[in-house]
């Protein structure tokens, strides 16, 4: 990432800083301050912009830290780091995890301990099952883990990448690819150099690419051409059921109150794990998950148990077995998220929205509460921990039920300029009781995912 942060604030002195603060919240020549509260209320509103103004925020200063680091890093490393860029509060673990859940591309890869999407993919294998059209025409057809594989920064934004991509072919030229759009669903156009090498090798549909990451930073990726003939179909198997298992497991973890687990995050936190570093990649993403797992997609949204129809008793290996028959690859892909699929099937189901099934249960103690998917609680059960206080510990619920009394008091404080008393007590007293740093709540220079009516890509 590289990005300049500016000032530097061991560059400033005390007197330096001073003046700008007072100034924001000074008064015109020839007026005074009512009273003490007047002018500690103006005062703290201008300390607060003159901070905001000379100081990267905390989601700018993760992002720079882990995007330029070599090696995922633990939170306490990623604190120390920070503190060469910016000072850091009383709150400053607690804005670091809120700042990781704002970055798709941090990605836990253990306890405390995330690394950045781009430096993660080094080294990663991902197989592509060819369609005729796709080898005709000379593109590829993504899904949400290509998607994050070949355009990692996307899904900060939503917005169209328009880096471009060296393809080296292996055996044959490297070339230069770009996202399009095809059929509503986002490719990767690769064009007439690609179509003469897949013709060359006598490539045919269902043959697979393997793609190899060798820097997704710098855009520098690796194709080979596999015959189908050549699959080992009992090794991909294994595999199959390994990353089946594994979304499994990342699923399960996931405390937040929602629906489903969005497909791309799942994807990141698959690749997070590392479990592409393999030689061997498994089938196709969609297809997997479908086919070997109990999660179900939940169209628009991502991932879940099916949870009226799981037997944590089954057999996954002679599930799978028994699906032998059923149809493989892109196959699988094109009936599950095609249009003519959608235009007949209503795979909205209320139920998976009620409160009691989106739910995870709960759990009997700290330790297991601690989550990556749910940074912020972690932060607070460490810091609870860590305190002397003699009130019981918020559950996961209550603490996000508070957080956002107190999102709501800070954000009326900035809007207003004061809080009444009452609010202002009630504000503090919320400030202890979740060890939040309130200034953090206002660090929203990122953009958070936006919402759409439709999906703005893949019709899955």
Known sequence: MGEDFGLSIANLSLPQLLPTAVGKGALPPGKTFSNRAEYRRRNKVGVRMANSERYPSYASCVAHVLSSAT???????????????????????????????????????????????SSLLRGSTFRHVLTSEEMRRGFLMLDELEHAVFFPQFFQTYQPDGRKLQIELFGG?????????ERKTWSLRLGKPFIDWVDLLGGQGRDDIWIHVEDAMAGR???RL??????????????????????????SEDRRARAAMPTAELAARLIGRGFFEDVLP????????????????????GYSFDLENVDFATD???????????????????????DETFADTDLFDPELFETG???????????????????????????????DLTESMLSHSDFHLLEAELETLVALEQEFGYLLPDQSARKDQLIERLFIDPETLLDNDLPDYPDFDEPPFWEN
């Open 282 to 301: 498994p089938d196709d993403f969609h297809f997997v998950l479908h086919q070997y797992s109990l999660l179900r997609f939940h169209n628009g949204l």
């Open 173 to 181: 030229p490297t070339l230069e690819a770009e996202a399009y759009i």
């Open 357 to 387: 099934v989106a739910e995870m249960p709960a759990f009997d103690g700290p330790d297991d509460m601690f989550d990556d998917s749910c940074a912020s609680y972690e932060a607070y059960v460490e810091a609870y921990q860590d305190s």
């Open 71 to 117: 090696q995922p890093i633990s939170v306490d490393t990623l604190l120390t780091r920070i503190k060469e860029h910016r000072p850091v509060t009383k709150g400053a673990r607690s804005a670091v995890y809120r700042a990781i859940g704002q970055l798709f591309q941090a990605v836990p890869v253990a306890p405390s301990c995330y690394g950045w999407l």
């Open 226 to 251: 596999h015959p189908r003939e050549l699959r080992d179909p009992n090794a991909i198997q294994g595999r199959n059921i390994q990353l089946a298992l594994l979304a499994e497991e990342l699923v």
């Open 316 to 338: 996954l290996e002679a599930e799978a077995k028994e699906r032998r028959a059923q149809p493989s690859g892109k196959d699988v892909y094109w009936q599950l998220y095609s």
């Open 221 to 223: 990726y690796q194709f």
